[in-house]
């Protein structure tokens, strides 16, 4: 059997741990992204999320998903919610430089090209907008439950830094079983390579 499979199979977590935490781990989203009044969601899914953070934070939400049949109707408190069925390297529809900050939630391993994706949440950031990536990590329970094909912590900080964010940080939360990475859209020349 595979060194990897054996790891993975070994994990000390329960099979619901992901629906367990999901209450904290929306807070600690919630929390992280109070400064913001306008945010993006890449990769919305339902777009639960952001309605969460729109009661939550009374922030203006755009959620984007390339699959906009799903989009949940609860209402999204004193901020607002715009769910739009979109491609998240292709947010025409969101002028450069005009959201304080971009969230991807267990979203980036899905998008095709996650570097495009990144580069263009950079492209809408105001100058000091944050970027904040939570997605599930390569050999974490998601693997065992999900199989689908996870990135690593040094993948999305490779991803982060190319796309030219800068403070880049990254780290795995929830015993390991989140990727919790951030960036922020550095002032103009201020690039990473
Ligand atoms: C696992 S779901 C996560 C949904 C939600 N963020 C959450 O935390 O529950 C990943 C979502 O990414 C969307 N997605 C994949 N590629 C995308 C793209 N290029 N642009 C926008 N959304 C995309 C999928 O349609 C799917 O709804």
Known sequence: MPAEKNQVESLDVPEDFYERIEHDIRARIAAR???????????????????FLAR??????VGVDIYGSGFSEEPGGQGSVECREADARRLEFIYDDSVDAAL??????EMQEPLEVLREARRVLRSGGEILVVDFPRDSL?????????????????????????????????????????GRKGPAGKEMA
């Open 104 to 109: 991807s939630a267990h979203a980036l391993h």
């Open 142 to 182: 998601a693997q065992r439950l999900w199989n689908e094909s996870y990135l690593t912590p040094t993948e999305v900080v490779e991803l982060l830094r190319k796309a030219g964010f800068t403070d880049v940080e990254c780290r795995l939360i929830a015993q390991g079983q989140l990727i919790w990475a951030e």
């Open 56 to 61: 939550e934070n009374a922030q203006h939400v």
């Open 33 to 51: 992204l109070s400064f913001a009044h306008h945010v993006v969601d890449l990769g919305c899914g339902s777009c639960e999320l952001a309605r």
